[in-house]
C-alpha cells in the first residue's frame, strides 16, 4: 500500500536530554525517522529540548522546538503547527508516555491529530502491565506469576504466597527504573516503595522472578498487512536478572536450537500481531536452559535501545523502515536499503558475529554501588564485529577505552578468589573481567557456571581467550612463526596486549606484523550473508579470508575518528560535530571515511559517512583502516578526547593531520609549556604548578595557597578533579591513594566562569557568542547551568575573551575548532584551559547562533580560510535578541551511592535547552518539567541554614522553609519541592542521597538556586521554533546594520 | 588435517578437515544462510549428495540431540564451515558437531573462508566441487546419480492412527512433514516414490502427500503419468519436489535456478493472505512461471526477492503446492496453516480454495 497521501505534516515527539536508559539511540531512530518522512515530502515538526542531537538540526526537520517535554507544551505546539499526523514511537519511553497522555487528555482529538504507526490501544496493551497480561494469558503466552500493586500490603500478600526471588518493575519508566529483585521481605518492601515513587501511575508489577535463565531478544516489525518479521535476536550472555542495557549481550542467539530459536520467533510474531503494532517491537524472553519452558518478560512497543543495536548488527535500519510503515506502507514494497536489491520484507542472515558491551560510569563513581540488576547503570555501549567470538569480545573490550587494558583490569590481579568470586555472585560490573582472572587462576568453566549461570558456550570462549594469552606468552616477537601470529591476530590479539606480553613497543609488533604480511580484510555487512549483491560499504576487520572491499570512488578520502561509547563527560555531542564534519565534506566533495564503534550513534548509521568502519578507536585499528583505504586526511577534532588521544601515536606513525599537530595539544596540556605560552602572549594565566609526587604536592599547594584546583592532564569530564581548601583535606586525600602524578595544581578562584567555541584557520578566528556559566568557577561546565549569551560580563571583559581567543589561536598556528575556557575574578579574565577540539557546548551554540561551527571548522581543516566561507567573517560576536539557558541533565539517582553535590567532577549524562525573551522565562522553561511533577509542593527543605535575605526572597515566592522535620518522612511528603543545602557537608551526603533517590532537585549552590526562584516568578509559556528565534535575530542584525 | 575444495569454477578454497577424509568425495555445491538449523539441514534427505556451506560462520554449538532430526542419518556429502565447535552446549546434546559426522563418515571441512566461497557460487552459480586432500584438481564429472533413490524409503510404513488417512508419497522426506500431519491427528502412511497408484489406491487414502526430495524433477519423468493419476482423484499437497512433480505432471516446466534458495529467510507472497510471508527454503529447481499459462493453475505464492513461483492452486482440484517448506526445522514455522488448509480439504473432500 502506498504512504498516506492524506497527511501533510507530521509532529514527532524526541526523547530530550540524555539520560541512563534513554541516550543516543533515540537521536539514530530519531534521526532516521525525520530523514525517512523528509524523503516522503511531508513537512516534519519536532519537539525535543536536547540541542545536541543531530534531529534536531533544521536539514532533517521544518521546524524544531526546544521546548520543555510535557502535555501542555506539546498542546501549544499543536495549536501552532496544526499538525496531521503524530510520531510517537521514536522519542523512548518519554515520547510513548507524553503520546499516551496527550490523548487521554483529548488534545489529540480536539485538533484532529492522527497517531501514526501503532494505534494507541496497541500502546495501552503493551505498557499497561494489566492489560498485556490479559492478552498474554488470552494467546496463552507464558509469564510468570504476577500481581500490579498500587500499595505495600498488596505486594506483601504476594510475596507471602509465592515466596523469593521476587522482581520488582515499575509501570511506565524508563530503563527499569526504580525496580529490582529482592531475596526477602526487607529488600522487597524497600524496593516496592521506592517503585511505587518512581512510577508516574503509582503501580508497579511483582513477579516471580526467573533470575538465572537465558535472556533472549526479538526485534520485530509488523505493518499494517500484518506481514511480521523479526530483524534479529540476541541472547545476553549475562543471564535472566541483570537489565539488558547493562548485559554483555551477542546477536545472534548462539546456544538456541533452531528448535528453541523458531519457538520464541513464532511467539514473538504472534504477540506483535496480537497487539497490532505498527513499526518496530522489542520482545524480551526467559528461557530455563535446560528445557524449552520460556516465559515473556518485556514488550516494548516502540524503536529502542535493542532496536538500535539490531540495526547496526545487522545492517536492517528497523526506525528508518518503521516510519515508512507509519504512513501507509508495507514492508513488501519497501526496497532493503543495504543491498538495495532486495525487499524490506525478509530477515537479516549474519555471517559474523556481534558483541556488545556496556559502558558503565563507575569509573567516575567508584564509591557507587557496582551491583547490577534491573535498573539500567550503563551511560553507553559498544559494538564489535567479527567473523570469530573470541575476536568480537577482544574488540569490544578494546573499545570500552576503560581503565582496563584489553582483556586485562588491572585493580583485580590483587584480588583474592574469594574477593573475586563476590564480584561475580553480586553481579559487579567488573564481572567479565573477573571472570578471566578466574580463569587465569585455573578455576574451571564449572566452577564460574555455578556461581554465575552465564552459559558454558561463553564460558568456554572465554578460557580459550585465556589459553591464547598463554600462547603469545610461549612465543617472543623474534621467536613466533607466521602461523602463530596468524591465528593470534585472528583470535584477536591486539598489537598491545603482545607489545606488553613481548615487552617490546606496539610498533616494532606492527613492523613485524605487516613484514609477516599479516593485515585485516575488511568484511561487509551486508544484511544476507552474501546471498545478494549490496551496495553499501560498512565494513568490519578480520584476520581471515579475502578483503571484499569495493573499489574507491577516487576522490580524496577523509577519515573522521568518532568518539567512541557514550560516557559521562563524552557524550552525543561529539558525535553531533563528527556527523556535521561528514555532511561539510561530503559538500566538498570528498570521500568520508567513517571509523566508530558506538551502535547507538548517527554516526555509525551506514548512510551517513560514504564508508563506515565498525573498529574499536584503538591506534591499531585506525591505522589499519588509513593504511587499508590509503587515506590522505585525518581529522581528529570532533572524535572528543578518544581521538585526540591518539594524536601522538598517529604522527609517530606517520600520519598526517588536518590542522592540529601532537606539538599544539602537547603545549595546551602540558601546564609548563601552556603557561609560557600565555605569558609569551600576555595573557593572565591562574598560579599554578605541576607535581610529580605527593612530597612536592604539598608543599607547592602552600606555595600557590589554598584553595587549590587539583587535576591529572588529559582527562575527560574532569575526571579526579579535587577542590582542595585546606593541607588537612589534602593529606586526608593523599592518603586514600587516588591520586596519579604528575598531577597539575592551580590556584582556585572563586570567580564567573565564562566558556566559547572558535574556529580559526590560524589567523583570524570566528566566535560567534560566549557562554557564561550561572555557577561559579569550581562547578564542571558540563554540569553548570550557562547562558548564552553571556549575561552579565563587561564590555571589556568580552572583548579580553575574544582577544585572547584570536592571540592563541595565531600563535599555534591551529586550524579547525577549539574551546577555551575562562575565568573572570577580580576584574580580570583568566585563560584556564584550551582544548584543541570540538566541545559539548559546539551543536548550542551553533544552533542558537545559527553558525554550522562544525561545518566551518571542516572547510578551514581542508585549507579555506575564514574570509572564503559565508558567515566565516563576523564583526564581533552575534547580537541574539533573546536567551539561552543550557541546563543540565542528571542521572544520579540511577546510580545509588552518588552524591549529587556538583563540583570539578562532571555527574550529568545529558543537557537540555531553553531559549526566550528573558532569562526569568528561559529559567522557568528550564525547570518547567519539574515544577509540573511537583505543581502541589511548596517547601524546601535547608540542610545547615541560609541567610535571612535568602530566606525572605523563598517566601516571596511563596515557599515554606522547613528544616526541623524528619528528613525521611519529609522527602516522601508530597509537599517535597527541592532540598537547600549550601554547606555540601560530608556528613549530610545520606540526606542528599535520600532526597535524591525520590528525584527531588538538591541546590548545593547559591546560583542555581537564585535561577530556580528566579523560574517562579514566571507563569506563562510561549513556545517558538528555533527557526523563529533565528528570524528575529536576522531582522535584529539588519537593525544593526542599518 | 590440510584439505582443498575445488570448485568446477577452477578456484579452490582450503580448510583444515575436523572429521577424516578418506577418499576424495565430490558432489554438487550449495550455500544455506540460516543461522540455526544444521542438525536439520545435514540429515534433510533433499541434500543428497551435496556439499553443504553454511554461512554462518559457528556452527555445532549446541551440538547435536535426539530431537532434531529430519531422518535418520545425514544426507551431505561434506559440509564445509568457517568454524566448527568441539563440544555442544546444551541440555539436549548427545555429540559434538564433529563426532556425529565422523560417525557417518562425513567429511567436516572448517576454517574455510566460507563468505568469499558464497560469493563464487552466487556469481559462479550451483556447481559441482570435489573435496579432496590434495591441491591439485582433477577432471570433474556432473552429476549422474538419481538421489531419489537412495533417499526414498523402500517398504511402506504407518504412522499415528485415527483421523483422516494421508498417504505421503517420499521423495525424500522430512520428518518433520510426517510430524506435521501426525500432530494434527492424521494416520500417515509413507510409502516409497515409486509405489504404483494401485497400491495406494488400495490404501484407501484421505489425501496424498507428496514429498520433498533432492535433485532434478525430470530424473523421475517416467512416474509423471502415476503420479498424474494420483493427484487427480485425491486431496493433494505437495512440497517442494513434490511441487514441482504436480507442475510437470500437468505439462508445466522447471527450470535451475543459478544458486537456489536454501536458508530459513526467504519472503513469499501469499496472494489469499495479501501477506508477505517469511519461509523456509531448499530448492534448486523451480516451475517456470511462463510454462503455467494455459495450464489448470493459479500462482498462490510468489517469492518477493527474485519473483519465482513459490506455489500453485489447480483451479478446479483440490490440488494444493508449495516450494517453500511450511514444516520448517529449520526456520519459521509462519506457513504451518499450509497443512490446516489442506486437512481442511481432505475433511471435506473438496477442492482446495483460492
Not at chain 2, 101 to 110: D, E, G, K
Request: net charge negative; charged share 25%; hydrophobic share 40%.
Amino acid at each position: 500500500m502506498p504512504k498516506d497521501s492524506s497527511l501533510q505534516s507530521i509532529l514527532l515527539i524526541g526523547s530530550g536530554p540524555i539520560v541512563i536508559g534513554q541516550a543516543a539511540e533515540f537521536d539514530y531512530s530519531g534521526t532516521q525517522a525525520c530523514i525517512a518522512l523528509k524523503e516522503e515530502g511531508y513537512r516534519v515538526i519536532l519537539v525535543n529540548n536536547n540541542p545536541a542531537t543531530i534531529m534536531t538540526d533544521d536539514v532533517h526537520a521544518d521546524a524544531v522546538y526546544f521546548e520543555p517535554l510535557t502535555v501542555d507544551a506539546i498542546e501549544a505546539i499543536i495549536a501552532k503547527e496544526r499538525p496531521d499526523g503524530l510520531l510517537a514511537t521514536f522519542g523512548g519511553q518519554t515520547g510513548l508516555n507524553l503520546a499516551f497522555q496527550l490523548y487521554e487528555a483529548g488534545v489529540l482529538e480536539k485538533y484532529g491529530v492522527r497517531l501514526l504507526g501503532t494505534p494507541i490501544e496497541a500502546i495501552k496493551r503493551g505498557e499497561d502491565r494489566e492489560a498485556f497480561r490479559a492478552l498474554m494469558h488470552e494467546l496463552g503466552e507464558p509469564v510468570p506469576e504476577s500481581e500490579i500493586v498500587t500499595n505495600v500490603k498488596e505486594a506483601v500478600a504476594f510475596a507471602e504466597q509465592i515466596g523469593f526471588p521476587i522482581i520488582i518493575r515499575p509501570a511506565y519508566t524508563l530503563g527499569g527504573t526504580g525496580g529490582g529483585i529482592a531475596e526477602n521481605m526487607k529488600q522487597f518492601i524497600a524496593l516496592v516503595e521506592k517503585g511505587l515513587a518512581e512510577s508516574p501511575i503509582r503501580q508497579c508489577l511483582i513477579e516471580r522472578s526467573v533470575a538465572g535463565f537465558k535472556e533472549i531478544e526479538y526485534e520485530v516489525m509488523r505493518d499494517q498487512s500484518n506481514t511480521c518479521i523479526t530483524v534479529c535476536n540476541m541472547e545476553n550472555v549475562d543471564p535472566v536478572g541483570v537489565h539488558t542495557g547493562d548485559s554483555i549481550v551477542v546477536a545472534p542467539s548462539q546456544t538456541l536450537t533452531d528448535e528453541e530459536y523458531q519457538m520464541l520467533r513464532s511467539s514473538a510474531v504472534k504477540i506483535i500481531s496480537a497487539l497490532g503494532i505498527i513499526g518496530g517491537c522489542n520482545i524480551q524472553f526467559a528461557l530455563d536452559p535446560n528445557s524449552k519452558q520460556y516465559y515473556l518478560i518485556e514488550v516494548n512497543p516502540r524503536v529502542s535501545r535493542s532496536s538500535a543495536l539490531a540495526s547496526k548488527a545487522t545492517g536492517y535500519p528497523i526506525a528508518r523502515i518503521a516510519a515508512k510503515l507509519a504512513v501507509g506502507y508495507t514492508l513488501a514494497e519497501l526496497i532493503n536499503p543495504v543491498t538495495k536489491t532486495t525487499y524490506a520484507s525478509f530477515e537479516p542472515a549474519l555471517d559474523y558475529v556481534v558483541v556488545k558491551f556496556p559502558r558503565l560510569p563507575f569509573d567516575k563513581f567508584p564509591h557507587a554501588d557496582r551491583k547490577l540488576g534491573t535498573q539500567m547503570k550503563a551511560t553507553g555501549e559498544v559494538m564489535a564485529i567479527d567473523r570469530n567470538m573470541e575476536r568480537a569480545f577482544q574488540k569490544a573490550v578494546q573499545s570500552l577505552e576503560g581503565k582496563n587494558n584489553g582483556l586485562f583490569l588491572s585493580e583485580l590481579s590483587a584480588k583474592t578468589n574469594d574477593e573475586l568470586k563476590q564480584l561475580l555472585v553480586n553481579k559487579d560490573d567488573r564481572r567479565f573481567f573477573a571472570i578471566l582472572e578466574l580463569l587465569r587462576r585455573g578455576v574451571t568453566v564449572e566452577t564460574i557456571h555455578e556461581w554465575t549461570k552465564i552459559d558454558r558456550f561463553f564460558l568456554c570462549t572465554f578460557e580459550r581467550l585465556v589459553a591464547l594469552e598463554k600462547q603469545a606468552a610461549a612465543v617472543t616477537l623474534d621467536t613466533i612463526d607466521e602461523t602463530m601470529f596468524r591465528f593470534l591476530k585472528e583470535k584477536g590479539a591486539s598489537d598491545a596486549f603482545l607489545a606488553e606480553t613481548w615487552s617490546v613497543t606496539e610498533l616494532e609488533v606492527r613492523n613485524k606484523r605487516k613484514e609477516l604480511g599479516i593485515v585485516p580484510s575488511y568484511k561487509m555487512v551486508d544484511t544476507c550473508a552474501a546471498e545478494f549483491h549490496s551496495e553499501t560499504d560498512y565494513y568490519y576487520s578480520a584476520y581471515f579470508g579475502e578483503d571484499e572491499r569495493k573499489q574507491a570512488s577516487g576522490k580524496e578520502k577523509v577519515l573522521i575518528i568518532g568518539a567512541g561509547p557514550i560516557r559521562i563527560g563524552q557524550g552525543i555531542e561529539f558525535d553531533y560535530s563528527s556527523v556535521h564534519s561528514v555532511f561539510a565534506l561530503q559538500k566538498e566533495g570528498y570521500e568520508t571515511i567513517m571509523i566508530n564503534n558506538n551502535p547507538e550513534t548517527v554516526s555509525t548509521d551506514f548512510a551517513i559517512a560514504d564508508r563506515l568502519y565498525f573498529e574499536p578507536l584503538t591506534l591499531e585499528s585506525v591505522l589499519d583502516v588509513i593504511e587499508a583505504e590509503q587515506i590522505q586526511h585525518v581529522i581528529v577534532q570532533f572524535g572528543g578526547q578518544t581521538a585526540i588521544n591518539l594524536v601522538k601515536g598517529l604522527e609517530e606513525a606517520g600520519v598526517r593531520l588536518l590542522g592540529v599537530t601532537y606539538d599544539i595539544i602537547d603545549q595546551l596540556e602540558d601546564r609548563d609549556r601552556f603557561y609560557q605560552l600565555l605569558e609569551e602572549l600576555d595573557i593572565p594565566h591562574v598560579p599554578g604548578l605541576m607535581a610529580n609526587d605527593a612530597e612536592e604536592l604539598v608543599a607547592k599547594a602552600a606555595e600557590i595557597g589554598y584553595p587549590v584546583l587539583l587535576r591529572p592532564s588529559y582527562v575527560i569530564g574532569g575526571r579526579g578533579m579535587f577542590i582542595i581548601r585546606s593541607e588537612a583535606q589534602l593529606a586526608a586525600l593523599i592518603e586514600q591513594g587516588e591520586l596519579t602524578y604528575p598531577i597539575l595544581i592551580d590556584a582556585y578562584l572563586d570567580g564567573k566562569e565564562a566558556e566559547a567555541d572558535i574556529v580559526t584557520d590560524g589567523t583570524d578566528i570566528l566566535l560567534p557568542t560566549i557562554i557564561e556559566h550561572v555557577e561559579k568557577a569550581g562547578v564542571h561546565s558540563g554540569d553548570s547551568y550557562a547562558w548564552l549569551p553571556a549575561q552579565t560580563l563587561t564590555e571589556e571583559e568580552r572583548a579580553n575573551i575574544v582577544d585572547y581567543a584570536r592571540r592563541i589561536a595565531k600563535k599555534l598556528g591551529f586550524k579547525g575548532i577549539m574551546n577555551i575556557q575562562y575565568v573572570i575574578a577580580d576584574g580580570n579574565v583568566y585563560v584556564l584551559e584550551v582544548n584543541p577540539r570540538a566541545s559539548r557546548t559546539v551543536p548550542i551554540v551553533s544552533k542558537t547562533t545559527g553558525v554550522p561551527l562544525a561545518q566551518i571548522a571542516t572547510k578551514l581543516l581542508l585549507g579555506k580560510s575564514l574570509v572564503d566561507i559565508p558567515g566565516g567573517k563576523m564583526s564581533g560576536l552575534t547580537v541574539m535578541p533573546y536567551v539561552v539557558l543550557k541546563y543540565p541533565v542528571f542521572s544520579t539517582y540511577k546510580l545509588p551511592g552518588v552524591d549529587p553535590t556538583v563540583g570539578p567532577e562532571m555527574k550529568s549524562t545529558g543537557e537540555g535547552i531553553s531559549i526566550a525573551m528573558t532569562k526569568e522565562e528561559a529559567a522557568y522553561k528550564a525547570f518547567y518539567a519539574y515544577l509540573q511533577k511537583k505543581a502541589n509542593a511548596n517547601e524546601l527543605y535547608v540542610i545547615g541554614d541560609i541567610d535571612a535575605e535568602l530566606a525572605a526572597e523563598i517566601e516571596t515566592k511563596q515557599l515554606n522553609i522547613v528544616t526541623d522535620v524528619s528528613f525521611a518522612d519529609w522527602v516522601k511528603r508530597d509537599g517535597a519541592l527541592a532540598v537547600i543545602d549550601l554547606r555540601k557537608e560530608e556528613g549530610e551526603a545520606p540526606k542528599r542521597m535520600a532526597a535524591l533517590s525520590q528525584q527531588l532537585l538538591v541546590f548545593t549552590e547559591r546560583e542555581t538556586l537564585d535561577l530556580f526562584l528566579q523560574a517562579l516568578t514566571v507563569g506563562q509559556l510561549d513556545v517558538q521554533p528555533i527557526s523563529g528565534w533565528i528570524k528575529k535575530k536576522k531582522q535584529a542584525e539588519q537593525a544593526v546594520i542599518a | 588435517m590440510k584439505a582443498y575444495l575445488h570448485l568446477a569454477s577452477g578456484k579452490t578454497f582450503s580448510g583444515k578437515l575436523a572429521t577424516p577424509l578418506e577418499k576424495k568425495v565430490s558432489g554438487e555445491i550449495v550455500f544455506f544462510t540460516g543461522m540455526t538449523g544444521y542438525q536439520e539441514v545435514l540429515t534433510d534427505p533433499s541434500y543428497k549428495n551435496q556439499i553443504i556451506v553454511f554461512t554462518y560462520p559457528l556452527i555445532g554449538n549446541y551440538g547435536i540431540n535426539d530431537e532434531d532430526f529430519e531422518s535418520k542419518r545425514p544426507h551431505v556429502a561434506a559440509a564445509v564451515v568457517y568454524e566448527a565447535s568441539n563440544e555442544g552446549f546444551h541440555y539436549g546434546v548427545k555429540y559434538s558437531l564433529a563426532e556425529y559426522l565422523r560417525h557417518w563418515n562425513i567429511p567436516l571441512l572448517t576454517h574455510v573462508d566460507t563468505r568469499a566461497l558464497v560469493k563464487e557460487i552466487r556469481m559462479e552459480g550451483t556447481m559441482m566441487a570435489e573435496l579432496s586432500s590434495s591441491p591439485i584438481p582433477a577432471v570433474m564429472d556432473e552429476e549422474t546419480t538419481f538421489p531419489v533413490c537412495a533417499v526414498s524409503t523402500k517398504k511402506m510404513e504407518t504412522y499415528g492412527q485415527g483421523g483422516p488417512h494421508i498417504v505421503l508419497i517420499d521423495f525424500g522426506y522430512k520428518k518433520s512433514i510426517l510430524q506435521s500431519l501426525v500432530s494434527r491427528g492424521c494416520q500417515v502412511t509413507v510409502v516409497p516414490h515409486d509405489t504404483a497408484p494401485e497400491a495406494i489406491d488400495a490404501l484407501k487414502p484421505d489425501g496424498l502427500v507428496l514429498s520433498n526430495g533432492p535433485g532434478d524433477p525430470k530424473q523421475l519423468s517416467v512416474r509423471l503419468p502415476a503420479i498424474r493419476q494420483l493427484i487427480d482423484r485425491y486431496p493433494t499437497l505437495a512440497i517442494c519436489l513434490g511441487h514441482q512433480l504436480v507442475a510437470l505432471a500437468y505439462g508445466a516446466d522447471t527450470e535451475k535456478l543459478r544458486f537456489g534458495h536454501r536458508g530459513a529467510n526467504q519472503p513469499v507472497w501469499d496472494a489469499v493472505k495479501q501477506k508477505v510471508m517469511i519461509t523456509s527454503q531448499n530448492h534448486s529447481y523451480v516451475v517456470k512461471e511462463k510454462s503455467l499459462e494455459g495450464k489448470p493453475f493459479a500462482i498462490r505464492f510468489i517469492n518477493i526477492n527474485d519473483g519465482s513461483v513459490e506455489g500453485m492452486i489447480h483451479r478446479d482440484k483440490p490440488i494444493l503446492s508449495v516450494q517453500y517448506h511450511p514444516e520448517a526445522h529449520p526456520g519459521p514455522q509462519d506457513t504451518g496453516y499450509i497443512f490446516d488448509e489442506f486437512l481442511q480439504t481432505v475433511a471435506k473432500g473438496e477442492k482446495v480454495y483460492a
